[in-house]
């Protein structure tokens, strides 16, 4: 994809993110930060049998790519397993949002998936 592909989509989830929002019923509620630049993510998520990411939502406050970022990253995992998501390398995701892209704030584009695998790790499911 070229490097204006990849800024088209970062603005397009940050301005119009189907993802945005609350999950009222979620398992998981987790927020992440990223103290350095005041960008906040927090993702609600609800597991689904076979311990699947159901349904994922994120609210937030923030630059286009940490914002864009987890739009995008949430469209990737919907649906799979949380051992999956939790495997999912950070490098794998930049390489999606366009590495000459992000390169330069590298925790702004992983936000989303650190605070995502942050609250899979947290989750203690109900017995």
Do not use: W
């Not at 930060?33 to 994120?58: K, S």
């Not at 630059?63 to 939790?86: F, H």
């Amino acid at each position: 994809m070229e490097r204006q592909n990849h800024i088209d989509a970062l603005v397009e989830h940050y301005e119009s993110s189907q993802f945005r929002g609350s999950l009222p019923n979620a398992d998981i509620v987790f927020q992440g930060d990223n103290p350095g630049c005041g960008d906040t993510v927090t993702i609600y998520l609800t597991i689904g049998e076979g311990n699947i990411a159901a349904e994922i939502r994120f609210e937030g406050e923030g630059c286009i790519i940490s914002q864009g970022a987890t739009s995008i990253l949430i469209n990737m995992v919907r649906g799979k397993p949380l051992a999956e998501i939790d495997a999912l390398d950070y490098n794998d995701l930049i390489e999606v949002l366009g590495r000459d892209v992000v390169l330069t704030r590298v925790r702004c584009a992983t936000l989303g998936l650190k605070t995502l695998k942050e609250a899979i790790q947290h989750y203690q499911p109900q017995s």
